[in-house]
Structures are given as structure tokens and as C-alpha cells.
């Protein structure tokens, strides 16, 4: 069933997948440390507490959801692991946090204006600028693990 190209099937399949666990951790992080631990914010800030409640609990459902299919998925290519280098689920992972977050951080935070990420404070800039600046770092990490991973793959599976 997989060609002669397994390697690079291999490697794209499992940066996806990798992806997904990103997001999905992403997702998960942020609202158990955010949301739940440090009580910053909510999803959804303009309403009352009990609609900020169903909307970090709709975050927590989809991320879990999200985890779930990445948890599937990585499973069902497990076979394919072996194919592909270890950096490749390491900048799958990567690229899904810090593109969830800077997603989060520019168009949930500033576009959107759904909710801040810190509540109660007078200058949000501090808060955007270490978000955002450590979201594009993460995501600018799994880049640079995932170029070099492709140039190393020989293209007989390793046995």
C-alpha cells in the first residue's frame, strides 16, 4: 500500500498528525493554565460568568477532541514512525503549539478582541508582545526542525 516513497510519506503523514497534537495540546494548555490556574481570561470575556464558563468549556471540549484525533491518528500511522526521523513529530508539534497561539494571540486577542490575555490590567502590550513573541518562536523552532528532517531521510525504509 505505501510506494517506494514511503520516507517522505512517512515524514509528511506524521508532521501532520504531529500538528494536530500540537493544536490540540495548544489548546489544552492555554486553557488549563490560563483559564483554569491563573484565571486570566476566558474564551469568551463579553458576557457573564456563566458564558464564560460554557465558553472555556466549548475550548476544553474541542481541544480534548483535538487531542483525541491526534492521539488516533498517530496510532494509526504508528507503523510509519519507524520510517520517518523523531524531529519530525517534534516540529509537527511545534509548528501546531506556536501556530495555535499566534493564531490566539492576533486574531482571538487583537482582531477578534474575544479576550485578552491578561484581564484587569492597564498596558495589555507586555502580555501581547511575550505571547505572540513566544508563540513565533515555538512555531519558528518546529520550522527549522522540520526543514533539516527531510534532507536526512534516505528513501529505503530502515529495517
Not at 488549563?32 to 475550548?59: A, C, E, K, M
Not at 520517518?84 to 509537527?92: D, I, P, Q, S, T
Not at 490575555?117 to 505571547?131: C, F, I, K, M, S
Request: net charge neutral.
Amino acid at each position: 500500500m505505501v510506494g517506494s516513497d514511503t520516507p517522505s510519506v512517512a515524514r509528511v503523514t506524521l508532521f501532520r498528525v504531529a500538528i494536530i497534537l500540537g493544536v490540540g495540546l495548544a489548546g489544552a494548555l492555554d486553557e488549563i493554565v490560563f483559564h483554569q490556574l491563573l484565571q486570566w481570561h476566558n474564551l469568551y470575556v463579553h458576557t457573564d460568568q456563566h458564558g464564560r464558563i460554557i465558553s472555556d468549556g466549548l475550548l476544553h471540549l474541542l481541544s480534548t477532541a483535538t487531542l483525541l484525533v491526534g492521539v488516533l491518528l498517530l496510532w494509526r500511522y504508528a507503523h510509519l514512525v519507524r520510517q520517518a526521523r523523531g524531529r519530525v513529530l517534534a516540529a509537527g508539534l511545534c509548528v501546531g503549539l506556536g501556530g495555535f497561539n499566534l493564531y490566539d494571540g492576533t486574531v482571538q486577542h487583537k482582531l477578534l478582541q474575544l479576550h485578552p490575555v491578561r484581564e484587569g490590567v492597564l498596558n495589555q502590550l507586555p502580555y501581547d508582545l511575550a505571547w505572540n513573541s513566544t508563540a513565533l518562536v515555538v512555531l519558528i523552532v518546529g520550522w527549522l526542525l522540520w526543514r533539516p528532517a527531510g534532507q536526512g531521510v534516505s528513501e529505503r525504509p530502515e529495517g
